[in-house]
């Protein structure tokens, strides 16, 4: 036995409250960008992925808002070509969710959040420095789906806090890693700490 949903009969909030309630845990993303005058914006978003590695790429979904204005991110992004993907663990939790405040643009959630934060290398946006992962980020792409906006970026350089991963063979040390992920919305979160291994299937 099932329930059916028609979610292409229901789209928008009802839409939402399943597919996003359902398609989880979900990581989350906290971009840092910067306007064209260079003042410097953060929000947390949770349709993202990383999408492909040749070339590295990932992608995230700022929906526009209801009045139909993009959001700071997105702007941007379109405007500057750049951004910092961050990855959060619990610590900073409650720093990212403060992120997702609206603010008028130029008033920055960096400062409101208390992250401290320095230069990127490669691209304008800051990097947030307690996070665990930073990954420096240029604009490749955006489509909009009704109001959906699709936005795809090349990863272009990783920073990652001393011990996570392995500099000689890049590979990922689960115990001193563990990144939050989104479960329902509003408030549901998800700690990656309890873990499993199956080995992976050889013909
Ligand atoms: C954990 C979390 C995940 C979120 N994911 C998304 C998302 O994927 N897409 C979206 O449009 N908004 C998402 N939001 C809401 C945005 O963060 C919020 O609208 C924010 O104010 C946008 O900021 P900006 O205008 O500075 O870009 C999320 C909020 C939280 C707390």
């Not at 597919?19 to 929000?43: S, W």
């Not at 699709?150 to 500099?167: Q, T």
Request: charged share 25%; hydrophobic share 45%; net charge negative.
């Amino acid at each position: 036995m099932t329930d059916r949903f028609d979610v292409a009969a229901h789209p928008g909030e009802r839409a939402y409250r399943l597919l996003a309630g359902l398609v989880v845990p979900r990581p989350i993303a906290l971009v840092t960008t910067v306007d064209a005058a260079g003042r410097t914006n953060a929000a947390p978003f949770s349709f993202f992925n990383v999408l492909g590695t040749e070339p590295p790429i990932a992608g995230f979904a700022p929906a526009d808002r209801d009045d139909g204005t993009m959001k700071d991110t997105a702007a941007n992004l379109l405007a500057t070509g750049e951004c910092v993907i961050h990855l959060c663990d619990e610590p900073l939790a409650a720093r990212m969710v403060a992120c997702a405040r609206a603010l008028p643009p130029g008033e920055s959630e960096v400062e409101r959040g208390d992250f401290a934060t320095r230069a990127a290398e490669r691209v304008r946006a800051p990097i947030l420095t307690e996070c665990p992962v930073a990954l420096e980020c240029r604009f490749l792409d955006q489509r909009r789906y009704g109001e959906n906006r699709l936005f795809v970026v090349e990863i272009l350089l990783a920073h990652v806090r001393a011990g996570v991963a392995d500099p000689a063979t890049w590979k990922v040390d689960y115990a001193a890693y563990a990144p939050i992920g989104r479960l329902n919305s509003p408030d549901g979160y998800v700690r990656t700490t309890e873990r499993f291994r199956l080995p992976f299937p050889r013909d």
